[in-house]
């Protein structure tokens, strides 16, 4: 029996954002395919276009690359590839795929002249196509009479669809795709990819080379749509990963506002000591005036609040009478009201002038 063929799977487009449907489809191929017995999924590949792709709200590369790295941090076989957006001018998909295979088939043909090389240069070699543990993976290579690996394109319906669009793929790309690397194409509602192939005298010609992936989880799922819903401030939760959201709102992506508190839904704490300050100037002050918005300023030092709620009421005149619910604390010398002698209570002046004891005077001893 036939060894199953080694195939890695690439991903092209714009990714803005990338969508829980986008890694999806590298789930749902690599299984579909595994189940053949005819071929064996080893990776993965997402290659995101570069700037100078005409698209409406197209965001700049360095932030496509970012999402994308977030949100393949919970992948254990697919990567992100940058060479596509690094370019100087928008790469056609075959020039894109005719790069990866050149990679692959340079892996392939180095590990069969060099039966033990290095870790560092199967590191360099192989590029992380081969998620495998070095040692297994070079084994494998050196005892495999065919090691080749084929590069295939995974897409949607739509894009197969796109290939009848007139002046939008050249006929040599389209035979070149197909005939030299192959598709996997996942279907959607509405669409009938069988149907589009018997029409189309080159995928005809080249049929046993595309594998139809019907999707019977229905999960329309679109870059466009999570775009409009962003513009309108709807929660996109559960459509994209956490980390994606939470660079979106970070950087005020698709028309979103920055909010350092509520992120789409997901409570955000401060996590650093600058976040932290803000938090504590913003509940610094919350008394305002009412006049311009300005911190009210106090007349004097604020008492140390206890349980015991203080009530600003008038002082009593006698100062034997101490109010419950006085104010305690330091007088303030610059304040009149907390020195006695200068108080305007002229019937307290007259009990205390009553009450004074003269001692060591007393009028028969007078002369």
């Not at 508190?261 to 976040?275: F, M, Q």
Request: proline share 6%; aromatic share 6%; glycine share 6%.
């Amino acid at each position: 029996m036939a060894s199953p063929r080694r195939v890695v799977l690439i991903a092209c487009g714009s990714y803005n954002p990338v969508t829980n449907m986008h890694l999806r489809m590298f789930e749902l191929a690599r299984d579909s395919m595994n189940r053949t017995g005819r071929f064996k999924v080893i990776g993965g590949v997402i290659s995101p276009v570069g700037d100078q792709y005409e698209k409406k709200d197209l965001q700049p590369a360095k932030h496509r690359c970012n999402m994308l790295r977030e949100a393949l941090t919970s992948s254990d076989w697919i990567r992100m590839d940058t060479w596509e957006c690094e370019q100087p001018s928008w790469s056609r998909t075959a020039l894109v795929l005719r790069h990866h295979q050149a990679i692959l088939d340079g892996a392939a043909t180095n590990n069969t002249n060099n039966p033990a090389p290095s870790k560092r240069r199967r590191r360099e070699v192989n590029r992380d196509y081969i998620n495998q543990d070095d040692d297994n993976a070079n084994h494998n290579l050196r005892n495999k009479s065919d090691n080749s690996v084929n590069l295939r394109l995974l897409c949607g319906a739509d894009l197969l669809e796109s290939f009848g669009t007139p002046g939008l793929w050249s006929e040599e790309d389209i035979e070149y795709i197909v005939g030299k690397h192959g598709l996997v194409c996942i279907t959607r509602e509405g669409s009938d990819p069988r149907k589009f192939i018997y029409e189309s005298d080159v995928l005809t010609k080249y049929e046993d080379n595309i594998h139809i992936l019907t999707e019977w989880i229905h999960n329309d799922i679109s870059s466009t749509k999570i775009r409009r819903s962003l513009r309108r401030g709807d929660s996109v939760k559960y459509l994209l990963q956490d980390c994606v959201i939470d660079y979106v709102n970070k950087h005020g992506l698709y028309g979103t506002t920055v909010d350092n508190k509520v992120l789409n839904g997901i409570i955000k704490t401060p996590t650093n000591e600058k976040e932290v300050d803000e938090t504590k100037q913003n509940l610094r002050f919350e008394d305002k005036d009412e006049v311009d918005g300005s911190p009210r300023q106090s007349p004097r030092p604020q008492p140390i609040q206890t349980r015991n709620i203080v009530v600003e009421e008038e002082r009593p005149r006698s100062p034997k009478r101490v109010h419950p619910n006085s104010w305690v604390g330091p007088p303030s010398p610059k304040s009149p009201r907390h020195v006695s002698c200068m108080r305007p209570d002229i019937s307290g002046l007259v009990r205390r002038v009553r009450n004074v004891r003269i001692v060591g005077f007393a009028p028969e001893t007078c002369v």
